[in-house]
């Protein structure tokens, strides 16, 4: 079974631009979240759809916002890019929002 | 405080040596308790899903819970060069199952 693909694995963009990043979940699940590592804050949960709703929404600003399709690929988009959103952003994947989640490979972000 | 406290490191080990890897969290609401295994430029790898307290044990590693005391370890017998990575633990709530929060991580580095 394929594992969570995400695209693309890396984007360099300029400040005040936007960005949408692609997830596809592993075949038959139906929740996925997203995650923005850096290493001075770590790993921080963004927000979470299951059956193309938002569940759940971590503290980020407006700027970042997510959507989930009917097949259960997810996007998020960031608009206004600020050199600090410069992060690997992570997507991973469950079969229903109480079971282990599985990360993709992630897409790296640049913002110069 | 962060709600997930986890051993800074870096941790060094020779080849074989056991290792142990902890967490502690201060949310009582924390059921499900994962490991994830990070290598650089990848995304995390689960390694261990549990959420009751007590043992479980798959393969070389043994995950262990303590809800009481609010920690949990991962042990790693017979380590292996292969085994140099990030570790992170991640838990969450049953309300909140797709919303993990992390720990800041563990680099381990296994000597030949």
């Known amino acids: 079974k394929a594992g969570v693909t995400q695209t693309p694995r890396y984007l360099i963009k300029t400040r005040g631009q936007q960005v949408t990043l692609s997830c596809s979940p592993i075949s038959g699940h139906r929740s996925v979240s997203w995650y923005q590592q850096t290493p001075g804050q770590g790993l921080q949960f963004l927000f979470e759809y299951f059956s193309e709703t938002q569940r759940n929404k971590g503290n980020f600003p407006g700027r970042f916002s997510g959507r989930q399709f009917s097949n259960s690929r997810s996007e998020m988009n960031v608009s206004t890019l600020e050199l600090g959103d410069s992060a690997l952003y992570l997507c991973?994947?469950?079969?229903?929002?109480?079971?282990?989640?599985?990360f993709g490979p992630g897409t790296r972000l640049t913002v110069l | 405080q962060k709600e997930v406290e986890q051993d800074p490191g870096p941790l060094s080990v020779p080849e074989g040596a056991i290792v142990s890897l902890n967490c502690t969290y201060s949310n009582s609401a924390f059921q499900y308790f994962m490991w994830y295994r990070q290598y650089s430029r990848k995304g995390p790898e689960l390694l261990m899903y549990?959420?009751?307290?007590g043992n479980k044990e798959d393969g070389r590693f043994t995950a262990q819970v303590d809800k009481s005391s609010k920690y949990i370890s991962l042990f790693i017998r017979d380590s292996q060069p292969s085994d140099s990575a990030t570790y992170l633990c991640?838990?969450?709530?049953?309300?909140?199952?797709?919303?993990?929060?992390f720990g800041d991580g563990t680099t381990l580095t296994v000597k030949p």
């Open positions: 991640a838990m969450n709530p049953y309300t909140n199952a797709g919303k993990s929060t």
């Open positions: 549990t959420y009751s307290s």
């Open positions: 991973a994947s469950s079969l229903w929002p109480y079971n282990e989640q599985f």
